[in-house]
């Protein structure tokens, strides 16, 4: 019996070892917009192409890109819907921790908090894994860090990672261009490059999305009119 007739259990492994819905999960990861992050020597940007499929939509009602708490933020690839569930877990979790000790949550305990609830979504039954991967970018008394958490709960910390349609190409772009003494404001072109890569059409301010968190450990959103400077310093 293949594999193929394990396709819809989730808590079943297949003869070969695999739990098939973890990689249906992956596919709809990257099936999802590109999204990556680069770690630079004083802190981190986390980018992302955020297309809409019609003019009639309000492009400022859609957010890929978001914080979990002061220090932290993420973006994704994958279904919306699920990104929602894990952001609002994940804020949970941080405020909890701030209410108890007075003091931001490390990046690396927000973190296994998020992994933990995307893994216990893989042995549970009557549910379904998380369609989503995650970049998270934080800075604390470790300094700045990059994490990638995937459906199954498996998360690792990156120099530089890309999730999403076209990943590959933009991780071997990443490896080449990469630098570990890269300052932020040169990893931000980096990013913008790396996106430009596999971009269908022109790229502008309203159709990206650039995260950064410097030394200041204040995870921000970049306005459209800052991204539209940086578009114009990389052309």
Not at 144 to 159: H, I
Not at 198 to 212: K, L, P, Q, R, S
Request: aromatic share 10%; glycine share 10%; charged share 25%.
């Amino acid at each position: 019996m293949g594999d193929g007739a394990y396709s819809f259990s989730l808590t079943t492994f297949s003869p070969s070892g695999k739990l098939v819905q973890i990689e249906y999960a992956l596919n709809a990861v990257n099936a999802g917009k590109p999204a990556l992050g680069i770690k630079a020597k004083n802190g981190v940007v986390i980018a992302t192409e955020k297309k809409v499929p019609t003019v009639l939509i309000d492009e400022a009602s859609l957010r890929k890109t978001e914080a979990f708490s002061d220090n932290i933020g993420c973006v994704f690839a994958g279904m919306v819907p699920d990104f929602r569930v894990i952001l609002r877990k994940g804020r949970k979790a941080a405020q909890s921790y701030f209410r108890v000790y007075n003091d931001p949550i490390p990046v690396s305990q927000l973190v296994r908090e998020t992994a933990a609830v995307m893994q216990e979504f893989t042995q549970s039954g009557g549910v379904r894994p998380f369609g989503i991967s995650l970049l998270i970018a934080g800075y604390d008394d470790n300094g700045p860090q990059l994490y990638q958490v995937d459906p199954s709960g498996a998360y690792f910390g990156w120099k530089a990672s890309a999730i999403g349609k076209n990943m590959q190409n933009a991780k071997t772009f990443l490896e080449k261009r990469y630098n570990p003494e890269i300052e932020l404001e040169d990893a931000i072109h980096t990013a913008i490059l790396t996106l430009k890569e596999g971009f269908e059409g022109a790229m502008t301010e309203h159709n990206i999305e650039i995260g950064v968190i410097g030394e200041d450990r204040k995870f921000r959103v970049l306005t459209p009119a800052e991204v539209k400077d940086y578009l114009g310093e990389v052309e």
